[in-house]
């Protein structure tokens, strides 16, 4: 109860205007359901759908825009009379593939970021939070990596534009003092998943549903990371931004453990129930031009504040591949 107002925290958070760019993929899906306030998303759907969250749009609890964060003046007609920006709209497919081509990180993840900062600017917006990622770290050569590693030498188109719209936020925070929380996740896993660009089990899942004998993996399965299941993310991305004693901070959001991309392939093959698969490995110690064979993240400051991950890299991703298998499984029928 605030002594002066005589309002709980519940009637506080209810008030709060939020938007949350990308708030249809696969973790703003998720995310927008655990919020209270009066919600927007803003989504341009090119690698979701606003399925996930049509409940909410039809019951009037979340107000849906169909659009693009490289529209500044669209961002800055959402952003008028918001209190907190959560900016997750992204390309978010770290894969380089001449489809794709080479701007799109940097228009979509850099030169968006910087229209929400703008917008946010313009209309006195005073907190973000962010997703990055744990690719800004390149190649490490100190595991687990600590937030405060560099030099951040990235191996990626991706990983460069979140370096950019970190830097970017860094600096608008700075200037403009806004409250900034940016998190870099490790490999977010969930049953969702989004339609383009596959993340690692939903592309196992599909690869098994079209032949089940053979499993193709990338790289020499040797790859060794960190995989944090979607829940776990959301609460301590919510969890940290809130307890966080500064006004401008930091934080990896992952497992303490780690897993090969081999043991994923065994458990999507043992979860699919299916017997005499072989795995063939493309070979290589990166499974793509870009990819980033190990990483593992130092979680000692977001832990320290109080918050710990509830599944650890194994269950987060058998949990995930029962919940992708029993999706498709339903779809199909
Ligand atoms: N999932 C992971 O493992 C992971 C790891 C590190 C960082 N991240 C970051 O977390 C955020 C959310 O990732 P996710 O896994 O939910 O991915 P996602 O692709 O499911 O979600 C991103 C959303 O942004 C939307 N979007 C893309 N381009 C847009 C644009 N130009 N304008 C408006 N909307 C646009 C997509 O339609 C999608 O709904 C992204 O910023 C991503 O880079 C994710």
Not at 38 to 66: E, G, M, Y
Not at 107 to 132: H, W
Not at 268 to 294: C, F, H, Q, S
Request: aromatic residues 6%.
């Amino acid at each position: 109860m605030d002594r002066l107002t005589g309002r709980t925290q519940m009637e506080k958070e209810r008030d709060i205007n939020i938007l949350v760019t990308g708030g249809a993929g696969v973790i703003g899906s998720s995310l927008v359901k655990k919020l209270s306030g009066q919600i927007t998303v803003t989504d341009n759907l090119s690698s979701s759908s606003s399925d996930p969250i049509a409940d909410l749009i039809a019951s009037n609890k979340v107000k849906f825009v169909r659009g693009d964060v490289r529209n500044l003046r669209l961002m800055k007609e959402l952003t008028k009379d918001i209190d907190l920006v959560v900016h997750l709209a992204a390309n978010g497919d770290v894969r380089y593939s001449p489809e794709k081509g080479t701007k799109l990180d940097t228009m979509v993840n850099t030169v968006g970021t910087f229209n929400v900062l703008e917008a946010m600017r313009v209309n006195d917006v005073k907190k973000i939070i962010f997703s990055s990622s744990s690719s800004v770290y390149g190649r490490a050569s100190q595991i687990p990596t600590p937030e405060t590693y560099g030099p951040l030498i990235p191996e990626s188109l991706y990983a460069s534009s979140k370096i950019g719209a970190e830097a970017l936020i860094l600096s608008f925070s700075k200037m403009f003092s806004f409250k900034a929380y940016i998190f870099r996740f490790a490999n977010i896993v969930s049953s969702n998943f989004r339609k383009v660009g596959r993340n690692v089990i939903p592309d196992f899942v599909m690869k098994l549903k079209d032949n089940p004998k053979t499993l193709e993996v990338l790289g020499n399965g040797h790859q060794k990371k960190s995989y944090l299941y979607v829940d776990d993310c959301i609460n301590g991305m919510l969890y940290a931004s809130a307890k966080s004693r500064r006004d401008i901070d930091i934080f990896n959001l992952a497992n303490i453990d780690s897993i090969e991309v081999k043991e994923i392939a065994k458990i999507v093959i043992e979860e699919m129930g299916l017997v005499n698969t072989r795995i063939k490995y493309t070979g290589g110690e990166a499974g793509w031009l870009g990819d980033v064979p190990i990483s593992i993240l130092d979680i000692k400051k977001v832990t320290e504040l109080g918050w710990t991950p509830k599944l650890n890299s194994m269950e987060a991703v058998r949990k995930s591949a029962r919940g992708i298998i029993r999706s498709i499984s339903i779809r199909r029928s």
